[in-house]
């Protein structure tokens, strides 16, 4: 398994600043990813944040919002850009942990953003 | 893409009483189905998971059961207890060219009322 830490854990911020959120894992890990979770709602998928490259975006997000890094293979940061009061969620880090393509994947505790 | 259909959205059971929750993917290539357990305020929390070349899988009170020509998957909770009361999410995944993403179902809030 792995244990996931993320900071801050929550957030309130006004519109049109940014916000970067940290996520730190406990040992080396192949893949992450953010996720987030609207009030209510299920996990999509943002990005996987690849180490040494650009994150890989999924349909709807764009990397000018949601700017990611991976500087080594145990820490990711999320950067909410430009915040708008849509953009207020949970933002969940995921990582695949123990045993490469057959791995488990375990999640971050979240940051709860609200935007006013 | 994947898309994962999770039913049914809120299940309420006596306790001691089992619950069912079933799930339906699209992509045939998807071949891990894990299940994650959501407490109000908590991080998901991988509770069991299934990959395709097993049709059943079990860990004390929650089974798993896959039928891939079908294309469903089911989470059984035996004997339920007010601790098992959460969300409960499916998902699926390619781990191929789409290696380690998750497409997630809807979830399912399961209350076990004492």
């Known amino acids: 398994s792995a244990v996931i830490s993320q900071k801050p854990s929550r957030d309130i911020c006004q519109r049109g600043t940014s916000l970067t959120i940290q996520c730190q894992v406990d040992s080396q890990v192949t893949m992450m990813f953010w996720y987030r979770q609207q009030p209510g709602q299920s996990l999509t998928l943002i990005a996987t944040?690849?180490?040494?490259?650009?994150?890989?975006?999924e349909s709807g997000f764009v990397i000018d919002k949601f700017p990611i890094s991976r500087p080594n293979l145990t820490f990711s940061t999320l950067t909410v850009s430009n915040m708008s009061p849509e953009d207020s969620s949970i933002y969940l880090c995921?990582?695949?942990?123990?045993?490469?393509?057959?791995?488990?994947?375990?999640f971050g505790p979240g940051t709860r953003l609200t935007v006013t | 893409g994947e898309n994962v259909e999770q039913h049914p959205s809120t299940l309420s059971v006596q306790e001691g009483d089992s619950a069912v929750i079933k799930c339906t993917y699209s992509d045939s290539a998807s071949n891990y189905f894990p299940w994650y357990k959501q407490e109000l305020g908590k991080r998901p929390q991988l509770i069991i998971d299934i990959r395709s070349n097993v049709g059943e899988k079990k860990d004390q009170r929650i089974a798993v059961t896959l039928n891939k020509t079908a294309k469903h998957f089911s989470l059984h909770i035996t004997e339920t207890q007010p601790e098992d009361s959460a969300v409960y999410f499916c998902?699926?995944?390619?781990?191929?060219?789409?290696?380690?993403?998750?497409?997630f179902g809807a979830g399912t809030q399961v209350v076990v009322t004492p």
């Open positions: 998902a699926a995944s390619g781990q191929t060219d789409s290696w380690g993403k998750l497409q």
């Open positions: 944040a690849n180490q040494g490259s650009e994150a890989t975006y």
């Open positions: 995921s990582a695949l942990a123990g045993g490469g393509i057959y791995g488990e994947q375990y």
